[in-house]
């Protein structure tokens, strides 16, 4: 009798040791419990890929309009406009801004985003440095910052806004995080009036501008605008870049080989994108009974879809717990599938892809150094506040 099968741990996915390393915790319910009721909050957590895939493809039944948080947020309200709505609405409010991040706009960007990691690069400390503030995060707060058209002298905000705003999507509202938050929508709001009175050439201005059916965009949509731009354009691809440099500064064969073959570099960044997925969890609601393998859940049941777990399932890929830079599968959910699926994905491709081709060239080698690594405490988002690496 297999008595881990019959008798299999209750894991906290919002526990620091899950956040750690919740891979040996998918790999379980994937064989034991692929469809699970959490005990914290009581979600279900889809952990198969069929599964993930299935909720993502069929947004009437797994809605969004409560919001991407894995568990039901209170205080964050229409705050995140774009992932907190479901079509109709939610492809008239994409198609406003999807044209700022088509691939022609994406590849327009190739030469301002690689002058900016040029200029990281030469501001590297030496050849000991901390991967997260010297590129991870710089690099697409300032491609993203620019395109909404925001002043230099407010990033170190950026971030902080951002990081706060991850914080409310997994944990009860603190003051200190919805000041930070207030503190972000004050500021665009501010900016937004400027743009009404003086447009430029930027994404703020044209959504202050914008119409849909013949009105204007409301405040909560333009307060969800602003600040899933922000978040979503620098939070996948700060740990991406992060993630990545874990991997590869562990394996010195595999930075050989891309240092030699820099046509395997796209590959890297998709394999990272699945292997150790920036983005885990998110939050749909069920609008409908429906069943999941031999599992019945309600209407208005939260549900968590996790792109972690089902881009690890040997179900779907081979050798799912195995880095292939050579990997032929290609249809890993790191970027979700369907209507949600992510409108700077190929922004995030070509960041990566540039910050990996920089240090590249500048490195032979590299390696961990002290300290040791520090991951961030998010179930939502998966990198590190810290990563020391030493170059040579």
């Not at 792109?307 to 032929?328: M, Q």
């Amino acid at each position: 009798m297999n008595v881990e099968a019959s008798n299999p741990p209750e894991p906290d996915v919002f526990s620091a040791e899950f956040r750690e390393d919740p891979y040996p915790v998918y790999r379980a319910l994937r064989r034991d419990r692929p469809v699970y009721r959490e005990p914290r909050y009581g979600g279900w957590l889809l952990t198969r890929f069929d599964d993930v895939l299935a909720a993502l493809l069929d947004p009437e039944t797994f809605s969004s309009a409560q919001g991407p948080a894995p568990m039901p947020s209170p205080g964050l309200g229409s705050i995140a406009a774009l992932p907190a709505t479901d079509p109709p609405h939610h492809d008239q409010l994409r198609a406003l801004v999807s044209r700022a991040f088509t691939p022609r706009r994406v590849t327009e960007c190739e030469p301002r985003v690689e002058a900016i990691a040029r200029e990281l690069m030469h501001a590297l400390p030496g050849d000991e440095f901390d991967l997260v503030p010297a590129l991870s995060i710089p690099l697409p707060v300032v491609v993203i910052a620019e395109m909404l058209g925001v002043e230099p002298e407010r990033l170190p905000d950026f971030r902080r806004w951002s990081d706060a705003f991850v914080g409310l999507l997994e944990s009860t509202p603190t003051p200190a995080l919805i000041e930070a938050t207030q503190e972000l929508v004050g500021y665009f709001r501010n900016l937004a009036e400027e743009r009404r009175r003086d447009p430029k050439d930027d994404l703020v201005s044209a959504l202050v501008h914008a119409e849909i059916d013949g009105r204007r965009l409301d405040q909560g949509e333009l307060d969800g605008f602003f600040i899933i731009l922000l978040v979503a354009g620098n939070e996948t691809t700060t740990n991406l870049i992060s993630n990545q440099l874990h991997i590869l500064s562990t394996r010195p064969d595999l930075w050989q080989r891309l240092r030699a073959d820099r046509s395997l570099v796209p590959a890297a960044i998709e394999e990272t994108v699945r292997f150790d997925c920036p983005v885990q969890n998110l939050g749909r609601e069920t609008t409908r009974d429906v069943t999941i393998g031999d599992v019945e859940i309600s209407r208005g049941s939260r549900v968590i879809v996790s792109y972690g777990a089902a881009n690890r399932d040997p179900a779907a890929f081979d050798a799912a717990d195995e880095y292939r830079i050579e990997r032929e599968e290609r249809r890993h959910l790191g970027f979700g599938q369907g209507v949600h699926f992510c409108l700077g994905a190929g922004l995030a491709r070509l960041e990566g892809r540039i910050a990996l081709n920089a240090l590249l060239d500048r490195f032979e080698r590299i390696e961990p150094a002290g300290p040791a690594p520090v991951r961030l405490q998010s179930t939502v988002i998966r990198g590190f506040e810290s990563l020391a690496l030493r170059g040579a």
